[in-house]
Nanobody, 124 residues
């Protein structure tokens, strides 16, 4: 189900920064782990980060560790992905998704709720 809304994407130069937001007017996000995925042209959707619902523990793939920071503000019913030192290979459509628990957080098939995505293009 598409019940999440991403924002904050756009064009950016290599080395630049973007902050993506994920919010919902229909889902109370504090009960869910939030994952961020990206899909480059011609490639599968890839899980890149996740944050747990309660203890806020973050998870990252190696490719973004140290550059991306996932966070959440349950009072605002919003999650974020701050992306620093962006590289051309970070280009793609970025999606947020919600699931109960963090087991298999990298697997798109484990998520029940999705957004429609926001385009991120890293190019000089």
């Amino acid at each position: 189900q598409v019940v999440l809304v991403e924002s904050g994407g756009g064009p950016v130069q290599p080395g630049g920064t973007l902050r993506l937001s994920c919010e919902s007017g229909r889902l109370t996000l504090k009960y869910y782990a939030i994952g961020w995925f990206r899909q480059a042209p011609g490639k599968d959707r890839e899980g890149i980060a996740c944050i747990a619902s309660s203890e806020f523990r973050p998870y990252y793939i190696d490719a973004v560790k140290g550059r991306f920071t996932i966070s959440r503000d349950n009072a605002k019913n919003t999650a974020y992905l701050e992306m620093n030192n962006l590289k051309p290979e970070d280009t793609g459509v970025y999606y947020c998704a919600a699931k109960l628990g963090t087991a298999d957080w990298w697997s798109a098939g484990k998520y029940e709720f999705w957004g429609q995505g926001t385009q991120v293009t890293v190019s000089s």
